[in-house]
């Protein structure tokens, strides 16, 4: 398995466009799906946006589908996840996991390591 260490997050004002970065170690990410996951206190783990191997396929959650862009660069072991015209309800903690070829890319049993995230803060 390989271990998980976001960044990128803190506190940004409505409107804003940060990006998080993950970064893997341990081994290659080239054969793990990579997504992005986030939780707000008191709520249920958030699907929020998966990219496939090779970067031929990305799936995003409705919540942040046409604002926010996965991406992924294998050679420096690093998955990226673009956050545009941000908005208060995004504020959550930005975990990041790695599964082997998942059925289901939204959901969170397909994924087996996981990051500690990376706390988003946004104030309107």
């Known amino acids: 398995q390989v271990q998980l260490v976001e960044s990128g997050g803190g506190l940004a004002q409505a409107g804003d466009s940060p990006r998080l970065s993950c970064e893997a170690s341990?081994?290659?990410?080239?054969?793990?799906?990579m997504a992005w996951f986030r939780q707000a206190p008191g709520k249920v783990r958030e699907f929020v946006a998966a990219?496939?191997?090779?970067?031929?396929?990305?799936w995003y959650g409705n919540s942040v589908k046409g604002r926010f862009t996965i991406s992924r660069d294998n050679a420096k072991a690093t998955v990226y996840l673009q956050m545009n015209s941000l908005k208060p309800e995004d504020t959550a903690n930005y975990l990041c996991?790695?599964?082997?070829?998942?059925?289901?890319?939204?959901?969170?049993?397909?994924?087996?390591?996981w990051g500690q995230g990376t706390q988003v803060t946004v104030s309107s």
């Open positions: 341990g081994g290659s990410i080239a054969t793990y799906t």
């Open positions: 990219i496939s191997r090779g970067s031929f396929t990305t």
């Open positions: 996991a790695a599964a082997k070829s998942p059925a289901r890319p939204s959901a969170t049993y397909e994924y087996n390591s």
